[in-house]
Nanobody, 120 residues
């Protein structure tokens, strides 16, 4: 079994910054994709930033402000969020597509989410 644990959310003023972390733990052979989605009240869940194979994909609304990075040794992804806006307020969910080390099967995993609130 694999688990994803997010951290780093909180309350920040407009223009401020936050750094989210997501650590994957368990029997992991390979992580095919890993990154972040978000869901605001009354809105559908949307992609924020994801490593997908050799590519990095960002939502248009966060390009130039958010940066995704990773530490492969720790199976951890980070999302550096700068110049935050009120419209960035949402629950941010970590996502990963993982090939397991023990029985070699691929599955999608989601974290439980971390709240990011941008407000004065």
């Amino acid at each position: 079994q694999v688990q994803l644990v997010e951290s780093g959310g909180g309350l920040v003023q407009p223009g401020g910054s936050l750094r989210l972390s997501c650590e994957a733990s368990g029997s992991i052979f390979s992580i095919y994709a890993m990154g972040w989605y978000r869901q605001a009240p009354g809105k559908q869940r949307q992609l924020v930033a994801v490593f997908d194979g050799g590519s990095t994909n960002y939502a248009d609304s966060v390009k130039g402000r958010f940066t995704i990075s990773r530490d492969n040794a720790k199976n951890t992804a980070y999302l550096q969020m700068n110049s935050l806006k009120p419209e960035d307020t949402a629950v941010y969910y970590c996502y990963a597509k993982i090939d397991h080390a023990d029985y070699r099967y691929v599955n999608d995993y989601w974290g439980h989410g971390t709240q990011v609130t941008v407000s004065s």
